[in-house]
């Protein structure tokens, strides 16, 4: 609005008029439809605070210990980024990349990886999928959603088969599950 004096005549009351003119023909372009389109160019996220996720692996860890297993738990955010990672002390060297891709993998594909697994079996049409780098189709991996919302994916490597590691996961996802809802 610097530039309005230059346009406001000093005739008297002329200047009022233009004055006013200015200013409804800014607030109509404020309003306009380019408007809601340029805003329309971004979206908000909601994202796991570090707590949150940190309160979903502990959560998972200790279901598993109860159980007496031995495990790693991965929470990665809804990029797939690693947010936590806990290992306990004698969980396998391999649960700790184990844990992250079925958190990876269930963040990606926003269902269970128990479930990317029947559906990705050989002769499958999705079989391919499971070539991709990062994808990790056996039990232990679950997303992390609340209210429509994909707030990530939590994975844990270390229990005894599949079911075992779900079970730990479902324990984190119980955790946090109030804290998450909206």
């Known amino acids: 609005m610097a530039s309005l004096p230059a346009t406001v005549s000093s005739t008297g009351s002329g200047s009022a008029c233009t004055v006013l003119l200015v200013l409804a023909a800014s607030l109509w372009l404020l309003a306009s439809p380019a408007s809601a389109q340029q805003q329309a160019g971004t979206h908000a996220v909601k994202l796991l605070t570090p707590d949150t996720a940190l309160k979903a692996a502990q959560a998972a860890l200790a279901h598993c210990r109860q159980a007496g297993h031995q495990a790693?738990?991965?929470?990665?955010d809804r990029a797939g980024v690693l947010q936590v990672l806990l290992r306990d002390r004698f969980a396998g060297a391999h649960t700790v990349e184990v844990a992250t891709r079925k958190a990876w993998t269930a963040a990606s594909f926003r269902i269970p990886t128990t479930q990317l697994?029947?559906?990705t079996q050989a002769?499958?049409?999705m079989s391919g999928i499971r070539a991709a780098s990062q994808v990790m189709a056996i039990g232990g991996?679950?997303?992390i959603e609340?209210?429509?919302t994909t707030f990530g994916g939590i994975g844990v490597s270390g229990a005894p088969g599949g079911d075992?590691?779900?079970a730990c996961a479902v324990a984190g996802l119980k955790a946090i599950a109030e804290a998450i809802e909206f």
């Open 72 to 76: 790693a738990v991965a929470v990665v």
């Open 117 to 119: 697994a029947a559906e």
């Open 123 to 125: 002769g499958r049409s």
């Open 141 to 143: 991996g679950l997303p």
């Open 146 to 148: 609340a209210g429509g």
């Open 164 to 166: 075992a590691d779900d």
